[in-house]
């Protein structure tokens, strides 16, 4: 498997995951809350395929007392983020009837889950889903080993989110390891590693063959306001990173835009990092072809998905 290009690959459909969660909730930072605190509640339940069937369907989440609570603490370490701040989200999604706090820690209410903007983000999830599983298909690192299970005719998409949701967090875990656990530094990072090779990925020539540092020299320089718009963050926000970047040594500002640069990342670590996502991917891929996310989607939303903001050029 080209890890190089799987790393490309997911670090682009991780991004694009991100802002479809922005856009149900308004800002990042909640959504990455609300994803942590799901996939804590309910990741659980696919560790048996019963469970899987159970409560993979749109029209029947699992119930709030099959939810595995989680603490606030364990939450915003989870993240990275200050308690304070977290309290401030979670009194929001309280306020909106998405959270329920118990004895134990915050559960997502399933209720909340059959709203219609919810379920039109997650059979818009599963898409885009289908979409990463197409593009690593295309690239050739992945191959369909084992079809959808022979008794479904359309996809588990609550199994499919709870996949997606585990591997998209896994994969900031990755981010944050390398960004000394600053979540929003890291996805900037990675953001501005994405934009500058994406060039690369498209035609894999460069990507090929040992992982080896990728010289300034090939990489496309993005400008700030564009960089915001592929992470979903404000521009002042986006730019205070890339300068904390250049002052971290992995950043340089260039006429064109800014550039990522390897030179100061240790390749062993770059190596590891990108093992496990490899690893992570095939887990996915493999998960989402049982699942049945190549089905035809049958179910209509019942409300207008919120849409993907659009990618800003350069």
């Known amino acids: 498997m080209n890890r190089r290009l799987v790393g490309q690959l997911s670090s682009d459909y991780v991004l694009r995951w991100i802002r479809q969660s922005t856009a149900l909730f308004g800002d990042i930072t909640t959504a990455m809350i609300f994803a942590t605190i ?3 509640n309910t990741a659980y339940l696919d560790q048996r395929p019963e469970g899987t069937r159970a409560w993979g369907t749109l029209q029947k989440p699992a119930p709030d007392d099959l939810r595995r609570p989680i603490t606030a603490h364990a939450a915003a370490a989870a993240l990275g ?58 690239a050739g690192v992945v191959s369909i080993d084992r079809p959808a299970s022979a008794d479904l005719d359309e996809p588990l998409h609550r199994a499919i989110g709870r996949a997606t949701n585990t591997f998209c967090l896994r994969f900031l875990e990755n981010v944050m390891a390398l960004s000394a656990g600053d979540l929003m530094l890291g996805l900037t990072a990675c953001a ?38 592929e992470i979903g963050l404000p521009r002042e926000t986006t ?58 989607i049958r179910a209509a939303p019942l409300a207008a998905a919120p849409p993907e903001p659009a990618l800003a050029p350069g």
């Open 38 to 40: 799901t996939q804590a």
């Open 81 to 138: 983020l200050p308690r304070e701040t977290l309290r401030r989200k979670l009194n929001g999604l309280k306020a909106e009837g998405y959270i329920e706090e118990t004895p134990d820690g915050v559960i997502i209410r399933a209720e909340a889950m059959l709203q219609p903007r919810v379920i039109a983000t997650v059979i818009a999830n599963t898409e885009l889903a289908r979409d990463f599983c197409l593009r690593l298909q295309r």
């Open 192 to 229: 501005l590693e994405g934009a500058n090779i994406r060039r690369l990925a498209e035609s894999a020539t460069e990507l090929v063959g040992p992982i080896r540092t990728i010289p300034d020299s090939v990489r496309q320089p993005i400008t700030a306001v564009a960089l915001a718009g």
């Open 239 to 296: 730019r205070r990173h890339l300068h904390k970047l250049i002052g971290l040594g992995v950043c340089r500002a260039l006429p064109g835009g800014f550039i990522f640069t390897e030179a100061r990342f240790n390749p062993t670590r770059i190596a590891a990092s990108l093992g496990r996502t490899a690893a992570n991917v095939r887990q996915l891929h493999a998960t989402l072809i049982g699942v049945g996310v190549m089905l035809p």
